[in-house]
């Protein structure tokens, strides 16, 4: 398709062959490739509305892409709305409320909000959009303490199907401001969040990580210690092979690592109080836990900044034994063949209990998220994904009837099913979701990033 000569968009308009097309589309996901037939560079509301009807005008689906850190697989067709351009943030300190708009990542967010004491409940990279992250649940850095970033959300200005921006509250659409909170991207073309910050200025965090040989004891005494420690702790751990490259510090680097990561949210005696079980249990190779801004939080997980190729799925757990988790290991560590890296993460706390307004995120009753992350060629597209599917699933076979379901946040990279679509929702919720799907989009112009049909299409 040519670029239309009638879209009304104030932002740059790309078709295949425009000049500056592929440097549009080009997403911090390397792993999977898009080539839609329209981009539009959105610059604020209006351009969304122009994108929104040129798509359903001419029975296209329409994508949003900010940084491009989850892309669903290889994606031709249809058109794409850039969002890199909306870009910004306003905090109003009296009522704790940040305004974020469509394209902003969390480190912006992070910045102003540190302004006035405040914070987001971000997740463990700067450089993630914080829209896309906040919709589909977000179970960030303060998870324990402070509950989903999707019940955060207070207000939302969006795009839906029919081409019409409105402003969504509990009191103006409760329906579609349920299924906003957790399964946003089907509903409309976020241009907008209110989110409601927390008085978290700094906390106790970091990470303590330890030798191969120490690997399974510490994952271990990790599990034992999650069963008692309280709600101000938000914690994961992740079996890494460090890559021998010169950003990794030296200590871990080239060497198969456990990463206990620490977010602490009470004084630094409490956290260190808190940890002295987990530091006890042999010597740490590297050990950053201390007192913190909150500016400075994405030093606990040392996520990559720069773009990179990989794929990546979870499940949800009502529980986890020593013995299951010692066969991960075996399954994923040094001479399984698998390379990957694997997190398992502490849920539970105030992720447990329901919002005053009810919002869509599933499986509260999670007690641990397991994921699996595979490193992929870059351009791999969907057939590695496929193969490396295998080896995920080897991994969460362990687990059996523990499993409860599956985090949205965390299926990165390659083709989603429509079952584990539906497995990342309660029950009930999906037949609900998919009933909403039908009144606010019954075309389906919503359906190229983790689509819930609607339910008279299924």
């Not at 008085?199 to 120490?214: D, S, V």
Request: with cysteine; glycine share 12%.
């Amino acid at each position: 398709m040519n670029v239309p000569a009638d879209i009304a968009s104030e932002g740059p308009v790309f078709g295949r062959e425009s000049a500056g097309y592929d440097d549009e589309v080009a997403a911090y996901q390397l792993g999977f490739g898009q080539r839609p037939d329209v981009v539009v560079g959105a610059t604020g509301p209006d351009d969304v509305r122009a994108a929104v009807r040129l798509a359903a005008g001419r029975g296209l689906p329409l994508a949003v892409q900010s940084t491009g850190h989850g892309l669903p697989g290889d994606r031709a067709g249809g058109v794409l709305v850039t969002t890199a351009r909306m870009r910004g943030v306003e905090v109003d300190p009296g009522t704790g409320i940040a305004r974020i708009q469509a394209g902003t990542p969390w480190g912006d967010v992070i910045r102003e909000a540190a302004l006035h004491g405040l914070a987001p409940l971000s997740g463990s990279t700067l450089g993630v959009g914080a829209i896309g992250y906040t919709v589909e649940g977000g179970i960030g850095l303060l998870a324990r303490t402070y509950g989903f970033a999707a019940d955060r959300i207070t207000a939302a200005e969006m795009v839906t199907a029919d081409g019409e921006l409105r402003h969504v509250t509990a009191e103006s659409d409760p329906d579609l401001f349920w299924a906003l909170r957790g399964a946003g991207g089907n509903f409309g073309v976020v241009t907008s969040l209110d989110v409601e910050l927390v008085r978290q200025p700094r906390i106790y965090g970091g990470g303590l990580y330890f030798a191969e040989q120490y690997v399974t004891d510490a994952l271990r005494t990790w599990l034992e210690w999650t069963a008692d420690v309280g709600e101000e702790m938000t914690s994961s751990i992740g079996l890494v092979p460090f890559p021998d490259k010169p950003v990794v510090p030296v200590p871990v680097r080239g060497r198969y690592t456990a990463h206990i990561r620490i977010a602490h949210t009470g004084s630094t005696a409490e956290g260190e109080a808190a940890v002295a079980p987990l530091r006890a249990l042999g010597p740490c190779v590297l050990d950053t836990l201390t007192d913190m801004p909150y500016t400075e939080s994405d030093a606990i997980y040392r996520d990559p900044p720069t773009p990179m190729a990989y794929y990546g799925t979870n499940v949800l757990l009502d529980d986890l034994d020593v013995a299951t988790a010692a066969r991960i290991v075996e399954l994923t560590g040094p001479g399984s063949g698998l390379n990957c890296v694997v997190q398992i993460s502490h849920l539970g706390g105030a992720m447990a209990r329901r919002p005053a307004a009810p919002s869509s995120v599933g499986h509260r009753d999670a007690r641990f998220l397991v994921r699996v992350l595979s490193r992929v060629a870059p351009g791999a597209g969907d057939a590695v994904a496929a193969a490396e599917r295998a080896g995920h699933e080897r991994v969460y076979a362990l687990f059996g009837d523990r499993v409860t379901g599956i985090a949205p946040n965390f299926l990165l990279g390659g083709p989603v099913t429509a079952e584990q679509l539906r497995a990342c929702y309660d029950e009930a919720d999906y037949e609900r979701l998919a009933a909403l799907k039908a009144v606010y989009d019954p075309g389906n112009l919503f359906r190229s990033y983790h689509n819930i049909p609607p339910a008279d299409a299924r």
